[in-house]
């Protein structure tokens, strides 16, 4: 799932909560911070703890919208 039409997709999720499956089988759940023509960067908790997240595109095998509010 790499390239453009990622881009496009994420930069529609900006500021929302996603979940991400890459295909070493790592699966990362936040906020999309933000996107540029390689990777988007999410906002996740561990532990309570806030941290960033980056991901590659090349790296993305399938993206889920969790809760998705209505503008």
Request: hydrophobic share 35%.
């Amino acid at each position: 799932m790499a390239g453009q039409h990622t881009e496009n997709l994420l930069r529609r999720f900006k500021g929302q909560s996603i979940s991400i499956k890459t295909v070493t089988g790592g699966v990362y759940e936040g906020r999309v911070i933000e996107v540029t023509n390689d990777y988007v960067c999410l906002s996740e908790k561990v532990n309570g703890e806030g941290v960033e997240v980056f991901v590659f595109f090349n790296a993305v095998e399938s993206l889920t919208a969790n809760g998705l509010s209505e503008s």
